[in-house]
């Protein structure tokens, strides 16, 4: 007898950032964590798994590349033989690849579109089935405001994020029948290592932007993204919940 009470919880980019902090919002649950992550240092996975541990929460990370349809393909292979179901997906890994477009080259393009969008696609494609058939399920999309409004230097990953806009529109559309909600989360300007490379002048521009007066915080984009994952959501879906201190409404 499957135990549903315990939700099987898969978080890409889990490892660190927004990510982490949709971990530690899950483990107030004490779902069963998964998360994956692609850095050869495992510092910060080993961080999020040991401060889960502390909480009471079993968890495992696991290096893939997102990007990979085959590495997915054998990770989620080896989740459904040992859970036999994923109960809620969050696509949340992504990068960036800064550069202006006349600058910009083939590999900064492809690599953004690949972790950012593919990425997305390669895991919900992954787990579709499996929900299908259980007849329930929540995945969460990590957009992002600048796929609503663009930014200069980002032409690639606001294109990935705008793309992951469409995507969780029509996965809702396809899904809904079977009780399983697609929403995003469209975060601002959030304080995590994204952020933190950014020069001061641009984190300025951007503070001048959102009339909070503040960076997020990822646990403030985690408290949306849970809630898209509760029963208090259940007629929700093809939603983007925008997380951005009013930068762009
Ligand atoms: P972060 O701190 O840089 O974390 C990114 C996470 O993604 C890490 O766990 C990283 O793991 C993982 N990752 C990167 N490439 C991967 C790949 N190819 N395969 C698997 N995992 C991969 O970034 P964050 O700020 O928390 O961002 C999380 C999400 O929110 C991203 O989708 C980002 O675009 C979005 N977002 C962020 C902001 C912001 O202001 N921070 C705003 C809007 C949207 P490794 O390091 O081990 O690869």
């Known amino acids: 007898m499957k135990n549903l009470d315990t939700r099987i919880v898969v978080i890409t980019g889990g490892s660190k950032g927004i990510g982490r902090s949709v971990a530690y919002k899950f483990a107030e649950e004490k779902a ?45 292979k080896e989740i459904f033989s040992k859970f036999e179901r994923v109960d809620v997906l969050i696509n949340n890994a992504g990068i960036t690849r800064d550069t202006l477009l006349m600058r910009m080259n083939e590999e900064d393009w492809d690599s953004v579109l690949n972790v950012n969008l593919k990425g997305v696609f390669n895991c919900t494609r992954a787990v579709v089935r499996s929900m299908i058939k259980e007849r329930r399920g929540r995945i969460v999309n990590i957009s992002s405001v600048v796929g609503q409004i663009g930014n200069a230097g980002q032409a690639n ?21 079977r009780s399983i909600t697609v929403n ?3 975060p601002g300007f959030i304080d995590t290592e994204m952020t933190a490379v950014l020069s001061e002048k641009v984190k300025e521009s951007f ?18 993204v849970y809630w898209l994952c509760s029963d208090a959501a259940s007629y929700v879906t093809g939603q983007i919940i925008h997380v951005n201190g009013g930068m762009y409404m």
């Open 157 to 177: 990953y606001s294109a990935s994020k705008a793309g992951i806009i469409g995507f969780t529109k029509t996965a809702a559309k396809e899904l809904a029948g």
């Open 32 to 76: 069963r964590i998964i998360l994956a992550h692609n850095d050869a240092d495992d510092s910060a996975s080993q961080e999020t798994l040991d401060n889960l541990a502390h909480k009471g929460v079993e968890a495992d990370a696991h290096r893939v590349d997102v990007s990979s349809f085959g590495a997915v393909d054998l990770l989620f």
């Open 184 to 186: 995003g989360v469209a």
């Open 207 to 224: 503070l001048r932007q959102i009339p909070s007066g503040r960076m997020g915080k990822p646990e403030e984009v985690a408290e949306a």
